[in-house]
């Protein structure tokens, strides 16, 4: 079973910026659509960000001109670059393959925009 492990998570103040990393065992993202999710306290997982099979990135109004989604196939890693973090950004975020189809969701890493 493909297992996603995210990194790179932290306690940034607002303005700051962190790059997430998410890493798969096989080739998983060569292959498939990926995305960005996020869960803020209290509220459901929703999503931030897609990276199509193509390579077309695609992002939610909210992190548009702040956030970047890429990819590095060699490494199968997913990247998702965040600039000018707000507090609204807190949450954990994880990597999956978009619902339905998504996979047992990993540990995920935690973001905390906070002064």
């Known amino acids: 079973q493909e297992q996603f492990v995210e990194s790179g998570g932290g306690l940034v103040q607002p303005g700051g910026s962190l790059t997430l990393s998410c890493t798969a065992s096989?080739?998983?993202?060569?292959?498939?659509?990926m995305g960005w999710y996020r869960q803020a306290p209290g509220k459901q997982r929703e999503v931030v960000a897609i990276?199509?099979?193509?390579?077309?990135?695609v992002l939610v109004d909210s992190v548009k001109g702040r956030f970047t989604v890429s990819r590095d196939n060699t490494k199968n890693t997913l990247y998702l670059q965040m600039n000018s973090l707000k507090p609204e950004d807190t949450g954990v975020y994880h990597c999956?393959?978009?619902?339905?189809?998504?996979?047992?969701w990993g540990q995920g890493t935690q973001v905390t925009v906070s002064s």
């Open positions: 990276m199509t099979v193509a390579d077309i990135p």
């Open positions: 999956n393959l978009p619902p339905p189809r998504a996979l047992p």
């Open positions: 096989g080739n998983i993202f060569k292959t498939t659509t």
